[in-house]
């Protein structure tokens, strides 16, 4: 197709239907003059707008050539790319490689106490579901069996941990609110007794629990005791006699009294509102909670509390504080709040508490390591 570029179209457009060879007799559209001659003396002269289709339909297939060879190029540019990246995977394959870590056999190095958190059990009290949603159902015999859920799986999770660590003693830490009492005229109205009853039914379970442990294993017993804010036989909470007017602090006295033979058992009974028990190098200080001032503020009880511990830290530190009260349980890193066995009450409700599930606290505090295995023991 040499010299079309020189084709004036405009000439062609005028002599579409005509000779071309009387046009441009020599170099239309490449062919030889011989052979134009040729196809004028056979009367077969090829008319330009059959020439001009003909060479449309050409670029038009041009065209597609370009379109296709442009696909093949960006296919073979994705082909490229999809083999780097099949091989980087490959590559990756090959990078993973485990070593061996060997099984530990309870070296015993260590040991460490199991420590119990008990309170906030609320025996007397009864509560109608209908009142919190549905969310807890609660009678004095739910309580029984609640308080025989606590020691048999605590006894449990002691047993377990013990198959790891050398395990001496647990200290069962009674923080009190064992019985709702009658501190409020309402209480008279959703609890099934009077106080002294309630004190004690619930002195015998807690009897009952501690004779569990001493007939189902060997561990040794330390048992802090602290009254709860219910077991007050006075009005308005007394701080500096309050254990003069408290049921819970005579109760304590009887249970030590009843296990005074028992060498295993050793009642530490506070004569004031907390009391402190160092365990290896980890300082306790045990209490109710009822003097932690707590609103219902945004973010819970960790800002009172660690405002607390702030002050008391000031007179006599302690590593961790162990209290209950809040019904809610929450490690806070220097303390553990425990959860109630009531589980999700009015109370609950009325101090703002996330619902929770009746639960009590169960850590180990290990000779070497400190505080750990903060279990957060089912009592339902
Ligand atoms: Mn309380």
Redesign the pocket.
Known sequence: MKNKSKIDLKVLRQTADNDLLTVYPRHIFGFKRSELRQMKRSGKMPRTKDLLSEDRAKMSVRQADNNLKQKYEVALKTISRLEKERDSVAGLKNTVQTYSIKQKKGTQATEATAVWVAS?WHTDEFIDGSTINGLNHFTPEIAQQRVNNFFTSSLSLTNMSAQNVKIDTIVLALL??FFTGHIHPDFMEITDTEPIHAVIRVQNMIASGIQYILDNSDYNLVIPCHS???ARMTEQTRFATENGHSLEFYMYHFLADHFKKEKRVKFVIASGQMSYLDIYNTRIRFM?G?TIRYGGGVGGIYIPVNKAIGQWDKSCRADLTVF??FHQLRDGGNFICNGSLIGYSSFALSIKADYEKPRQALFLVNSKHGVNCVWKVNVE
Request: net charge negative; no cysteine.
């Open positions: 906030d009190g609110d709860g804010n219910h109710h009822h209950g009260h």
